[in-house]
């Protein structure tokens, strides 16, 4: 095509472009022919670009033309725009209107792979939910409030004196030697046991009747095996009035332990000493595992040992300014990882605090 028009030029020489210009009309009708073929094949925007580029870019047959605008006569040269712009708005025209159809076509093709079908399940994100032992302090709160007790909270860093003292465990009892304390000072301890709750909860009540109070919380021995561990959780129990007799410390148990693992569990109380209880039972629950006919569970006793309980002694009510011949009181305290273990059937203390999401996930 480039020679062609070359060659068309030469031959003009001086001649005036306006008897010729058929020859050049004609030239520029099969040029233009072409492209409009070529436009109409191209089957994406970027064949059309290159269809573009070829009449209308820089090296483009449009540029060449216009560069012998500059060498014909100043009377051929409106002549010769005429006719460059004649060829060049049907190519242009055609162009724009192959342009439009195709981006609609590439645009509907994407939307149509990028297509999002609402109705489709979602990917869900885990959920976390709540630790076994919350679960189980949380039932065991619920049944107690439910029953008029209150919820109350005491410190973990505890003076000797509440820890033991006002507990009937004066410096050189022997019972101190039932729980291995981490002492902060001579005077401060890390509790051993959710029961200083009870002497400071008395004080701050004395002489109001009735005391009905539970107190949950973290507790802390020197003990690391497979049921024990150095901190763990206990939720402790008192209720004083007048008139309150060991009947209602076993009705409310009874009625614990029915909530927690079913009606059909029994309990049994054994004589157990506690300082600051007297008389003190350890409490069992009968063995669910084995309806009793004795297990591996339950070390074929048919009973598992679930809380120590007991009547508050005279000396813990004396010492808080209740007078013990006027009130009575029932104490318990629970640990929530021994209940957890027996309601989920949990092995090992350990995978209670191990935070395994393997573990955790079953409950
Ligand atoms: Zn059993």
């Given at each position: 095509m480039f020679e062609k028009i070359k060659i068309f030029f030469e031959e003009l020489e001086t001649d005036s472009l306006e008897s010729k210009k058929d020859v050049l009309e004609d030239i520029l009708s099969l040029a233009k022919e072409e492209g409009l073929i070529e436009i109409d094949k191209g089957k994406k925007v970027d064949d059309l670009k290159i269809v573009q580029t070829k009449y209308?870019?820089?090296?483009?047959i449009i540029s060449d033309l216009m560069k012998y605008m500059g060498k014909v006569s100043n009377k051929d040269k409106p002549i010769l725009g005429k006719i460059i712009h004649n060829f060049k708005t049907t190519l242009e025209d055609k162009l724009n209107q192959r342009f439009t159809v195709l981006k609609k076509t590439e645009i509907n093709a994407k939307l149509e792979t990028e297509k999002i079908d609402i109705t489709l399940p979602g990917t869900n994100s885990q959920r976390g939910h709540k630790h076994p032992l919350t679960l189980v302090e949380e039932q065991i709160k619920e049944i107690f409030t439910n029953i008029g007790f209150t919820v109350v909270e005491g410190f973990e860093i505890e003076e000797d004196y509440y820890n033991f003292e006002r507990l009937?465990?004066?410096?050189?009892?022997?019972?101190?030697?039932m729980q291995d304390t981490f002492y902060l000072n001579e005077d401060v301890v890390l509790r051993t046991h959710t029961s200083p709750v009870q002497a400071r909860i008395m004080d701050k009540m004395c002489p109001q009747l009735p005391v009905k109070i539970i107190a949950p919380g973290k507790v802390f021995r020197r003990d690391d095996d497979s049921t024990h561990s150095p901190m763990f959780h206990q939720i402790e129990g008192l209720m004083v009035d007048k008139n309150i007799t060991f009947a209602d410390l076993k009705g409310v148990l009874l009625h614990l332990v029915k909530s927690i693992f079913g009606e059909e569990r029994k309990i049994r109380l054994r004589p157990s000493y506690f300082p600051f209880t007297e008389p003190s039972a350890e409490v069992d629950v009968s063995c669910g595992n084995c309806n009793q006919e004795g297990c591996r569970v339950c070390g074929y006793t048919g009973w598992l040992e679930i809380l120590g309980s007991g009547m508050v002694h005279p000396s813990v009510l004396e010492m808080a300014g209740y007078n013990s011949n006027e009130v009575t009181g029932f104490a318990f305290g629970i640990g929530i990882e021994r209940i957890a273990m027996l309601k989920y059937g949990i092995d090992d203390m350990r995978l209670l605090f191990d935070n395994d999401l393997r573990f955790l996930e079953q409950f």
């Open positions: 209308f870019g820089k090296k483009g009937n465990i004066p410096k050189d009892h022997p019972a101190r030697e």
